[in-house]
Nanobody, 124 residues
Framework: QVQLVESGGGLVQAGDSLRLSCAVS????????MGWFRQAAGKEREFVAA???????YYGDSVKGRFTISRDNAKNTVYLQMNSLKSEDTAVYYC??????????????????WGQGTQVTVSS
């Protein structure tokens, strides 16, 4: 059974940086595409970033140039480095794993397993 555990969330000020981690267990991590999504209170889930098995990366428009996704296959972990944080980045952040070979990285339905989420709060 594949399990994903996020960590690294917290309360920061606007302009600060934060790095989220997502540790994956129970599967062949190197074969997964990994994504980060977020959901703010009262809003729909939003695609943040993804990295495929070939280390190609994809970003949502609202985070391009500020966030960086990376993966460490030796540690079965995916990271989300978030710089220049804004109040509108406040949300619960979820990591997700995709075992399909689809390129629909921004679609939640493309992912098979999800973590429990970690809260990121950015004060202005």
């Amino acid at each position: 059974q594949v399990q994903l555990v996020e960590s690294g969330g917290g309360l920061v000020q606007a302009g600060d940086s934060l790095r989220l981690s997502c540790a994956v267990s129970g599967g062949m991590f190197e074969n997964y595409g990994m994504g980060w999504f977020r959901q703010a209170a009262g809003k729909e889930r939003e695609f943040v970033a993804a990295v495929d098995w070939g280390y190609y990366t994809y970003y949502g428009d609202s985070v391009k140039g500020r966030f960086t996704i990376s993966r460490d296959n030796a540690k079965n972990t995916v990271y989300l480095q978030m710089n220049s944080l804004k109040s509108e980045d406040t949300a619960v952040y979820y990591c997700a794993a995709s075992r399909t070979r689809s390129s629909a990285w921004s679609k939640g339905a493309n992912y098979d397993n999800w973590g429990q989420g970690t809260q990121v709060t950015v004060s202005s």
